[in-house]
């Protein structure tokens, strides 16, 4: 490796230790704008390259097509099951705190979208027991699906190179990936971030 892409992949490590470390510790406002974002993003790709066989999505995109139960034990197709509509995934799961504080802000926003709005769909990266004891505390409106957490999950597919939660994805009504967050949307964030996939 030539000493200016050792250099390269250095930089990106330590902005992704950064990074890693401000979505624990508190997001200053940087990293919560799309620029930030997008910065963060590319220093996880460069840092942490997905599994040998394993395709990541990237921004504009096509979404990879996956296959997923739902608590019911019925498999939905994304994107194709929404297809013609804009869709939101959110990674989460019942052990991780910025998860659970920002359901309420995602069950409002889903509340909001009409036929045609954006479809939230919770990807829950844990068992089904734990995923039921939860939502029967703590209920949604939109539909939550099931996936086994691991470097080649549903996340890792869709651009979640850190493997951190939650983290989102805007789908749009094409099937391309538009935005990418890591780490929780604070109450009214979510309308602005989605509005790109307005028809």
Known sequence: MRHGA????????AALGVGAGLLVSGPGPVWRTELGQ????RAAEVAK????????????????????PALSGER????????????????????????????????RFAQTQGADGVQVVGIALE????????????PVTYPILLDTPGPADSSVQV????????YS????ADGRI??????????????DFARVAAP
């Open 6 to 13: 050792v250099i390269v992949v250095a930089l990106a490590a």
């Open 38 to 41: 997008r910065t963060l993003q």
């Open 49 to 68: 390259p997905p599994p040998e066989g394993v395709r990541m999505a990237r921004r504009g995109e096509p979404m990879p097509s996956i296959a997923l």
């Open 76 to 107: 939905i197709a994304l994107p194709a099951d929404y297809a013609g509509r804009p869709l939101l995934l959110n990674f989460w799961a019942s052990w991780c705190a910025p998860c659970v504080k920002e359901m309420p802000e995602l069950d």
């Open 127 to 138: 068992d089904a027991e734990a995923v039921r004891a939860f939502l029967a505390r703590i």
């Open 159 to 166: 651009g979640n190179a850190m493997g951190v939660l939650p």
């Open 169 to 172: 994805v805007l789908i749009g």
């Open 178 to 191: 538009l935005r990418q967050r890591a780490g929780p949307f604070d109450p009214g964030e979510l309308d």
